[in-house]
């Protein structure tokens, strides 16, 4: 299960799964259905952060493997609306986690928790037990996510692991990320249709 269908590693992920011959079910929290890359086989119209229906739904599909793709990934939205993104990234998380935590029959399920590098700070850190230091809300809210995860694998046994996901672009990435919204600058520069970037 991915908890989204949208972005860049829903897509590709979704698209790995099934060439390893895993159905892959999407939540949608659009109104709209979400285009199909090839990433997914079923669609659920449910928001991540509705934990006692998302509970529900991961009764009736039982899956081995959760995803946790969903979230508020914009820095800047995350200051705008620092309590959504601490709702959606942290909340939400910590929820879903601790209820898959002590229900004998989702306990099986094996959980990835995406993270960033926004979740770590500034500082250089030595190792994974080394304090983080979020400088955004949205670090603030990974990094909730991030303890809330390794909480439940620690006091409950949830196979439930952290990676950081960091300054990674495809096609598919939104034009307004960092990276896509420099290049497409830069293009507009060599173009003459802006003085700078």
């Given at each position: 299960m991915?908890t989204?269908?949208?972005g860049?590693?829903?897509?590709y ?7 390893e011959?895993i ?12 285009q199909?890359f090839?990433h ?27 995803y ?14 620092p ?14 986690v ?6 004998k029959?989702t306990?099986?399920?094996?959980f990835f928790?995406?993270?960033?590098t ?13 304090d983080f ?10 990094e ?19 990676g950081?996901?960091?300054?990674h ?8 990320f960092?990276i ?18």
């Amino acid at each position: 299960m991915l908890t989204t269908a949208y972005g860049q590693d829903a897509i590709y992920l979704g698209r790995l799964l099934k060439k390893e011959g895993i159905e892959v079910l999407v939540l949608n929290h659009k109104s709209s259905i979400p285009q199909n890359f090839g990433h997914f086989d079923y669609v659920s119209n449910l928001s991540f952060i509705q934990t006692s229906d998302l509970l529900d739904k991961i009764k009736d599909y039982n899956p081995q493997e959760i995803y946790n793709l969903a979230a508020i990934s914009s820095v800047a939205a995350s200051w705008q609306n620092p309590s959504l993104a601490m709702e959606v990234n942290g909340f939400a998380v910590e929820r879903l986690v601790n209820g898959l935590s002590k229900d004998k029959g989702t306990s099986h399920i094996k959980f990835f928790q995406a993270g960033s590098t926004d979740m770590v700070g500034k500082e250089i850190i030595g190792s994974e037990e080394s304090d983080f230091s979020p400088w955004s809300p949205y670090g603030e809210s990974k990094e909730y996510a991030r303890r809330a995860v390794r909480f439940s694998r620690d006091q409950f046994g949830l196979w439930a692991v952290n990676g950081i996901l960091t300054n990674h672009d495809s096609n598919y990435r939104k034009k307004t990320f960092v990276i896509p919204l420099i290049a497409s600058q830069i293009v507009a520069v060599t173009r003459g249709q802006i003085k700078t970037v």
